[in-house]
């Protein structure tokens, strides 16, 4: 469905892409992980077109997205979801009207938006706070608006960039747990970029190591984290064994 | 920023230059308007409504109370009818205009001349209207222009003020016309100003310049106009100041002494005794103080210093003066006394003149005594020869007959005959002496009838002579004697003088007669009496010279006349030439010769009046006005609503929409295109001017005003990159992204304001408090 295919990009001196491949089949969920600056974000954002590659395919359904015109690509992105680390709502906006802006932008009547957007918002669990302005939602909030946001045209493909790095960890698994229960409900393609592991091994049919701008190693999450052939996996390995480890001790009362 | 004007947006951008233009104009025009209408009324409140004044007095600021009652009493006084209003006090100086029921030439100048007495004065303006000036016209070329500026059609009159000639015209209408007929009057004429250059040598000789000018053609005419301004009225004062030296020296007292073996110059002193001095003993008061003006080898000259009375006369010892004493002998020296002698000559001239008429009765008298005399003269020659004949009878005398009864020794004479004879030659005697005493007093008064004069006394003579003769004849006649001797003494002199007066060109004498006649009418006729009072008067005019003060006041004319300066080299031409100044440059360079700079100027400008001068000034400062009140309203839109679309297109630019740097650039290039077109538009059409500034650098100018915004567009307008992004990865156009949220969040300009009705989600500011609950409403749908 979703094929990457040698992408590079650096920025000046610094390469933040080497040769990126990844092939994504559809409703897949996959979790790329890595450490920071490894080129996550930059392959996410590649596939939007939000940062252009020096170099490489990116190939959506046999269509070529950096080869799309203006308007193709337009509509690509109407019809794809990403979910920043910051949320990015519009501030002026509430929150029902964040979440209606894309479709009453794509041409869509606005009393369709507006259910659209209803619906998308109780899925969400946000759906009292319609009215409420930007600026006064929890972080935790934001999130799950801009969330909402990008998923109110039922995407084929939802893209998300760290969607709990800013959130204190009561939210994170808030968050989680929603992009879990979405990535079952909506059947859509989704590529998370995460650093949960917990999240990674619960939610995603498979992990992607990145690092230095390519993928290190991908499998299923029980083989990448029990048995990683690459330096990274076997950091997050560590990580996850520490972490089961360290429940077990505290189930036992250790 | 290709994409954002190329996906609609650029209608928006458009309609917010159209409107930026247009109000702007209006307001930079109206705000102009507005500054122009309230200087100007200012001005009339300052300077009055035209015509309305006709003259500023200017007085210093602390004599304002003493000159304002001074001048309304002066005005009342001499000018009946006039106004005057005090005006503002301007650098120290307060300011009364005035007003003159009718104003022309004399009265105007009579009110400047006036103005001076007041207290405080510090200078004039005219200020009639309407009026042409000429201004820097130098005061040897003003009466060459004048009379033509002043022949003018339509000038009333002319006032001449310093450097100014004032042609003040009939009408306002009229004042263009003359304007221009001015000028080209002033095209005819040619200041040239020849001045030596560096060392050069000055040109005194300013007619063969002249002249060589003129040689080289093309000049109508050259007039010397070159003032050298103190240095030729202090030339001209040493002048008077020589001749004056010259008069002192003529008529003050003075000493001529003749030097010994001694040598003396000019400038030194010497004293002069009537007594024998010994060196070294003080100067006395009855010396006389000689100061020496000439010198020259025995000889010296010199002017009395003191005492101012002095009685001295004949030859006088001359000393030396050392200090105040007396030094050696050097010479013997005499009083000089012109003053005296003219004196004396002047009171004996006055009284000739006073027996003048005396005399010229005398004369005329006398005239008819000649004629008396030249009848005489006839009868003396006829008796002569009756006389002659007399004594031919009796045998004396060249003709008488040696056959008539004489004897040897005797001698009969008619004694009857000789009586007559007697009576005739006394006779004759007596007018002759009548004709001496005239002839003697018109030979004081004219050498003309001298040649008369020495007849006569030889007729005098002769005729005395003859007298005695006859008398001694007379005597011997009565008795006896010999006295053939006698007799033939009187025959040779009867023969005398009947010969002498056969000799007299009586003809002759009787046209000078005529002629003394004549000239003693003319006499006659004179005003002896006014003549006699103007030599009184001449008399009594003539400076009483004290020595001490003559001999000082020479001094102090030549130190003043050592003391002045030579003038600078330059001289002025006024040429009359169709020539072109390059012409006339080259022309005169080449009469003037090397060393010489020339330099042509006009010999006047004529020059807006007052009015229009400040009318100009406030022109130009509305222009400014105008020009200042663009640019920040350009500036205003460029920081309010422009730099919103630059930050926009830049964010958008850094996630790929239009993603290249050159849509970075782009910005830059919208800014200096919207500023130039902005500030440009306006300038034009509020005619807008900034320091001489015209449209192209209006235009420069609005375009760095547009980069800096460019610049500083992420600071003015601060766009939400996250914002951005999301709309980008939503899939909204940058029109859409724009209108929707960069706008909104922009600053409240025109942009923001033609957008508000366009906003597809109404507004809904993020400053205000949150609200949790409720819906929002969407602009153009209800909830």
């Not at chain 2, 409140?45 to 602390?62: A, F, M, S, T, W």
């Not at chain 2, 003809?507 to 006649?517: D, K």
Request: hydrophobic residues 45%; glycine residues 10%.
């Amino acid at each position: 469905m979703l094929s990457i295919r040698d992408l590079r990009k650096a920025y000046g001196s610094r390469h933040a892409l080497t040769g990126f491949n990844l092939d994504v089949e559809q409703g897949e969920t996959v979790a790329i992980m890595g450490p920071s600056g490894c080129g996550k974000s930059t392959a996410l954002k590649s596939i939007m077109r939000l940062v252009q590659p020096d170099s490489g395919c990116v190939e959506w359904r046999g269509r070529d997205v950096l080869g799309m015109c203006r308007d193709e690509l337009r509509a690509f992105r109407r019809r794809t979801g990403f979910v920043f680390q910051q949320s990015n709502l519009i501030q002026r906006l509430s929150v029902l009207h964040n979440v209606m802006l894309p479709q009453v932008m794509a041409g869509e009547p606005v009393e369709r938006a507006q259910r659209a957007a209803y619906e998308a918002l109780e899925s969400v669990g946000m759906a009292d706070s319609a009215g409420a302005f930007v600026r006064g939602l929890s972080g935790g909030e934001m999130q799950r608006v801009a969330i909402a946001r990008a998923i109110i045209s039922r995407p084929d493909l939802i893209l998300w960039d760290e969607p709990t790095s800013a959130l204190d960890p009561i939210l994170v698994v808030d968050i989680l747990t929603l992009i879990e229960s979405l990535s079952r409900s909506l059947g859509a393609t989704m590529l998370v970029v995460t650093h949960e592991a917990g999240f990674a091994m619960r939610a995603a049919d498979r992990v992607v190591m990145v690092d230095h701008g390519r993928v290190v190693e991908e499998g299923s999450p029980a083989r990448v984290f029990s048995h990683p052939t690459s330096l990274l996996g076997r950091r997050y390995a560590a990580c996850v064994a520490y972490s089961v480890e360290a429940q077990k001790e505290k189930a036992c009362g250790l | 920023m290709y994409a954002l004007l190329r996906g609609g947006f650029i209608r928006d951008v458009v309609a917010v230059l159209i409107i930026t233009v247009f109000a702007g104009s209006i307001a930079a025009a109206t705000v102009s308007a507005a500054a122009d209408r309230f200087f100007e009324d200012a001005v009339s409140g300052i300077v009055g409504d035209y015509g309305e004044y006709d003259l500023i007095i200017h007085v210093r600021q602390e004599a304002w109370r003493e000159a304002i009652r001074a001048l309304g009493q002066m005005l009342r006084r001499e000018f009946p009818g006039a106004r005057m209003k005090q005006s503002v006090t301007v650098l120290s100086r307060a300011n009364f205009f005035v007003s003159l029921p009718h104003a022309d030439e004399a009265t105007v100048t009579r009110l400047t001349r006036a103005a001076t007495e007041v207290p405080g004065f510090a200078g004039y303006t005219i200020v009639i209207e309407p009026k042409v000036t000429v201004s820097g016209v130098g005061a040897r070329v003003a009466p060459i222009i004048r009379p033509q500026l002043a022949s003018i059609e339509g000038v009333r009159f002319v006032l001449k003020d310093g450097g100014n000639i004032h042609l003040v015209c009939d009408s306002g209408d009229s004042a263009r016309a003359v304007a221009q007929t001015a000028e080209t009057i002033l095209r005819r004429y040619h200041l040239v100003d020849v001045r030596p250059e560096g060392d050069g040598a000055q040109d005194s000789d300013r007619q063969s310049l002249i002249d060589r000018v003129i040689a080289g053609g093309g000049v109508a005419s050259v007039r010397d106009v070159t003032v050298d301004g103190a240095a030729q009225e202090a030339r001209e004062l040493s002048r008077a100041l020589r001749e004056m030296k010259r008069f002192i020296q003529a008529w003050a007292p003075q000493a001529v002494i003749t030097l010994k073996d001694a040598d003396v110059q000019p400038e030194e002193s010497l004293v002069l005794s009537a007594t024998p001095r010994r060196p070294g003993s003080a100067v006395g008061d009855d010396d006389i103080v000689v100061a020496l003006t000439e010198a020259s080898g025995s000889m010296a000259r010199g002017i009395v210093a003191s005492p101012d009375a002095y009685s001295a006369t004949g030859e006088l010892a001359a000393y030396a003066m050392d200090g105040e004493t007396v030094g050696s002998l050097v010479g013997a020296g005499r009083l000089v006394l012109p003053d005296r002698e003219l004196g004396s000559s002047l009171q004996e001239a006055s009284a000739v003149l006073g027996r003048l008429g005396e005399a010229t009765d005398a004369m005329l008298e006398a005239t008819r005594g000649w004629e008396q005399a030249l009848d005489a003269y006839e009868t003396a020659i006829d008796s002569m020869i009756k006389l002659q004949r007399a004594l031919e009878r009796v045998g004396i005398g060249a003709g008488a007959d040696p056959g008539v009864g004489t004897a040897p020794g005797r001698v009969r004479i008619d004694t009857a005959s000789v009586r007559s004879l007697a009576e005739l030659t006394s006779k004759a005697l007596v007018a002759v002496q009548t004709l001496e005493a005239t002839a003697e007093a018109a030979s004081m008064l004219t050498s003309h009838y001298d040649p008369l004069l020495s007849n006569v006394r030889l007729w005098q003579d002769r005729l005395s002579s003859f007298s005695r003769k006859l008398e001694t004849v007379q005597s011997a006649a009565s008795g006896a004697g010999d006295v053939s001797a006698l007799l033939d003494e009187m025959s040779a002199a009867a023969a005398g003088i009947l010969s002498t007066l056969q000799e007299l060109d009586a003809a002759a004498l009787g046209e000078q007669l005529e002629a003394a006649r004549s000239d003693l009418d003319s006499l006659a006729g004179l005003d002896v009496k006014g003549i006699s009072k103007q030599l009184e008067a001449v008399h009594s005019g003539m400076p009483n010279f004290s020595g001490e003060g003559a001999a000082r006041s020479m001094k102090l004319i030549d130190q003043f006349i050592e003391e002045q300066q030579e003038s600078s080299g330059k001289v002025e031409f006024l040429i009359e030439s169709d020539a072109t100044q390059e012409q006339l440059v080259t022309a005169i360079e080449k009469a003037a010769g090397t060393g010489r700079a020339v330099y042509i100027l006009p010999p006047g400008v004529v020059q807006p009046g007052v009015r229009s001068e400040v009318r100009s000034l406030l022109k130009s400062v509305k222009g400014t006005i105008s020009g200042l009140a663009a640019c920040a309203i350009v500036l205003v839109s460029l920081m309010l609503d422009h730099s919103t679309v630059i930050a926009g297109a830049r964010a958008m630019a850094l996630y790929g929409e239009g993603a290249s740097r050159r849509e970075a650039l782009a910005a830059y290039g919208y800014g200096a295109c919207v500023g130039a077109f902005l500030l440009g538009t306006i300038a034009v059409v509020t005619r807008a001017a900034l320091a001489s500034m015209g449209f192209p650098a209006f235009v420069l100018l609005g375009a760095a005003m547009g980069l800096v915004t460019a610049w500083a567009a992420p600071r003015l307008s601060p766009v939400s990159a996250g914002e951005v992004e999301a709309c980008i990865a939503l899939g909204l156009s940058p029109s859409e992204m724009m209108r929707e949220v960069v706008v909104p969040a922009g600053k409240p300009g025109t942009l923001s304001l033609l957008n508000r009705p366009r906003l597809i989600f109404g507004d809904t500011p993020s400053s205000r408090a949150p609200s949790k609950g409720g819906a929002s409403q969407c602009s153009q749908y209800a909830t």
